[in-house]
């Protein structure tokens, strides 16, 4: 679950599943930069999320989100999390899913129609079967 705080402009309080999994984000997201911004992760006081007051942000979307339930959450079981690979933040990107036909010109022209920066370099792996 995500909230973002309305008293406190700019920070949001995020559940986790466990203690290991909030240390794990303290460890690789705290004092790291994002957006052009330092992250400042830590302990709350609070022991969950309040779904209750949600408010409407800048862009119109909600402050609160519940992502436990999406098919994107690779933590959702013991099973699942233990396949996941733990990586420090880093300037490389990895991505799966992808359609087959995927180009790396295919990435550029994303990158460009999003106005962020081009990556250095793209490689595209095959699939393995």
């Known amino acids: 679950q995500v909230k973002f705080m309305k008293s406190k402009p700019g920070a949001a309080m995020v559940e986790m599943a466990d203690g290991y999994a909030v240390d794990r984000a303290i460890t690789h ?16 006081k609070q022991q969950a999320i309040m779904p209750g007051q949600s408010y409407g942000l800048e862009d119109g979307s909600c402050s609160y989100k519940d992502f436990s339930g999406s098919r994107n959450n ?18 490389v990107l990895h991505f799966f899913n992808a359609p087959l036909e995927v180009t790396e010109d295919n990435f550029y022209e994303i990158c460009d129609e999003l106005g962020v920066k081009r990556p250095s ?4 792996f095959s699939g393995k079967s």
């Open 74 to 91: 690779r933590f959702s079981t013991p099973e699942q999390a233990a396949k996941n690979r733990i990586q420090h933040p880093s300037n």
């Open 29 to 44: 997201l705290n004092n790291n930069f994002m957006f052009g911004q330092k992250l400042n992760v830590c302990v709350s």
């Open 121 to 124: 370099s793209v490689k595209v």
